[in-house]
């Protein structure tokens, strides 16, 4: 596999990489992206969608390109038939003892930067929540964005192919510019170690007419709790496991996520259960993004790392890769 001269290769097909693609296309560069998955077979297309920064760090930059991310999605959620992206209220709910602002998680600019977010009324919080916020999020039905954005990458000028990168000596001369997509296959690709899963099964219902999400999770949990209305029924959740490596549904652990639903939401105890998903988010202590220069002169952009906010930040994390890109050319005197 080799990259004609100008090309720039995007390495993984999720919403991360298909994202990263889009917005250096629509900047005019050539772009190709190799997957090893179908973008429909990827760990983003099992994600519940909802944009709220989760299991990811540094919080100060990952609020930036979630904000990012949020206004490019609240436009997006204008044609939801295309997009996937839908503007849905919702609540935030905290659970335990304390102080409601002592227990943001570090997100305290976030809630700033949301607009319309406000403290939920005690008659707004379901059974079992001491409080909570009130908001109007973007919510994604994930197969059907990440199926627009591969529409959005053909129709300017990109392209997508199956194949498998397995060493970065694929890609090592210098005219080669590689963006690295790779999720949790960085951990083997760079290599980078730090690269670790976290495991997160859910459960899809039949939707008793639940129209608004709810989460309460702590991040620090193993077990979260959460109800996601997609137009493909409604997605109950969650976990949270740690290099916890299996893709497999563990049955008694799905009866536990709909259990905890239904403590806040009795009418799901009843909910017809249409589907199993496993996916494995791709964690890291930071997210990298950031710039390398390969032995042989290759050029990489590194964009790995996004943990369980992978739709929350990827516009953000695509524009800083189209001035990352920008920066690598002019420093070769424009020359690719």
Request: charged share 20%; proline share 7%.
């Amino acid at each position: 596999m080799t990259s004609d001269t100008g090309d720039i290769w995007v390495i993984g097909g999720g919403v991360i990489g298909l994202t990263s693609a889009v917005a250096l296309a629509e900047d005019g560069h050539r772009v190709r992206v190799v997957s090893r998955d179908a973008a429909g077979a990827t760990t983003s297309a099992v994600a519940g969608g909802l944009c709220w920064p989760y299991r990811i760090l540094p919080y100060e930059r990952a609020v930036q390109w979630s904000v990012r991310s949020f206004q490019v999605l609240a436009e997006l959620a204008e044609r939801p038939a295309e997009t996937g992206a839908r503007m849905v209220p919702g609540t935030m709910a905290h659970t335990g003892a304390g102080d409601l602002d002592a227990a943001d998680n570090g997100l305290a600019s976030w809630y700033a930067a949301v607009p319309g977010l406000r403290r939920a009324g005690a008659d707004e919080l379901p059974a079992g929540c001491a409080a909570g916020w009130r908001a109007r999020t973007p919510l994604v039905d994930m197969p059907a964005h990440l199926r627009y954005l591969e529409r959005r990458l053909a129709a300017a000028g990109g392209s997508v192919q199956r194949g498998e990168v397995t060493s970065p000596e694929q890609f090592d001369r210098p005219e080669d510019i590689v963006v690295n997509c790779s999720a949790l296959g960085a951990r083997k690709l760079v290599p980078d170690p730090a690269v670790h899963p976290v495991q997160g099964q859910l459960v899809v219902v039949e939707n008793p007419g639940i129209e608004e999400w709810f989460v309460a999770a702590d991040p620090g949990s193993a077990d979260t709790t959460y109800l996601l209305p997609q137009p493909y029924g409604l997605v109950l959740g969650g976990t949270a496991r740690e290099n916890a490596w299996s893709r497999e549904p563990d049955p008694a652990v799905a009866e536990a996520i709909v259990a905890r639903c239904a403590r806040h939401f009795p009418e799901l105890a009843r909910a017809r259960v249409l589907a199993h998903k496993v996916g494995l988010r791709p964690a890291r202590p930071a997210v990298r993004l950031g710039r390398e220069r390969r032995p042989g002169g290759a050029r990489w952009v590194h964009n790995y790392g996004h943990g369980g906010a992978g739709v929350t930040v990827a516009w953000g994390c695509a524009d800083e890769v189209v001035r990352t890109v920008r920066e690598a050319r002019d420093d070769a005197g424009g020359v690719p």
